[in-house]
T-cell receptor
Framework: NAGVTQTPKFQVLKTGQSMTLQCAQD?????MYWYRQDPGMGLRLIYY???????DKGEVPNGYNVSRLNKREFSLRLESAAPSQTSVYFC???????????FGPGTRLLVL | GQQLNQSPQSMFIQEGEDVSMNCTSS?????WLWYKQDPGEGPVLLIA?????ELTSNGRLTAQFGITRKDSFLNISASIPSDVGIYFC????????????FGQGTELSVKP
């Protein structure tokens, strides 16, 4: 039982490049989330998925898209990376929206 | 939008000392959560609080859900070196899809 896993762990991009961050959970959770963490700012919600087939914007969705591929997987895509998207990205999941969220280990992204 | 003010931002203490940190908000939350983040890892849930006035312990950790539902504190007794990390409070809003609002974090350093 791995919990929430994220790939890759580290990534360096040039401005304008695209990439997809992958997240998977094996806890049979219905809800999944993407956050970004910047120094001194805690975590901010980018997008979330209440259940398979649904996605909604969070606090800072601009520049990102998401796909809830199936119940296990929730991906985050940067279509045209910008230096302002340099951050640590965390995926989380919970049984339902109002339940406790469990976090993955994070993806560290540097955009040059 | 909602904001959480977490204090202090950082603490440098001697092993064996007790620690106290708190979060306040202008908004009412349904749930208060306390997470710990080790370097290079994702946040790990320490304590969850679901009712105003609730006082909950987890080993050397004690947290309380404020009566007004706008604040919470976390105490760590008899600190040890492995307590080092960043502690985050988070408030959860049921009427906003269970969205978590995070504080800015308290970075704890423990000197042996």
């Amino acid at each position: 039982n791995a919990g929430v896993t994220q790939t890759p762990k580290f990534q360096v991009l040039k401005t304008g490049q695209s990439m997809t961050l992958q997240c998977a959970q094996d806890m049979n959770h219905n809800s999944m989330y993407w956050y970004r963490q910047d120094p001194g700012m805690g975590l901010r919600l980018i997008y979330y998925s209440a259940s398979e087939g649904t996605t909604d914007k969070g606090e800072v969705p601009n520049g990102y898209n998401v796909s809830r591929l199936n119940k296990r997987e929730f991906s985050l895509r940067l279509e045209s990376a910008a230096p302002s998207q340099t951050s640590v990205y965390f995926c989380a999941s919970s049984v339902h929206l109002q339940e406790t969220q469990y976090f993955g280990p994070g993806t560290r992204l540097l955009v040059l | 939008g909602q904001q959480l003010n977490q204090s202090p931002q950082s603490m440098f203490i001697q092993e064996g000392e007790d620690v106290s940190m708190n979060c306040t908000s202008s908004s009412i939350f349904n749930t208060w959560l306390w997470y710990k983040q080790d370097p290079g890892e994702g946040p790990v849930l320490l304590i969850a609080l679901y009712k105003a006035g609730e006082l909950t312990s987890n080993g050397r950790l004690t947290a309380q859900f404020g009566i007004t539902r706008k604040d919470s504190f976390l105490n760590i007794s008899a600190s040890i070196p492995s307590d080092v990390g960043i502690y985050f409070c988070a408030g959860q809003l049921y009427n906003q899809g269970g969205k978590l609002i995070f504080g800015q974090g308290t970075e704890l350093s423990v000197k042996p």
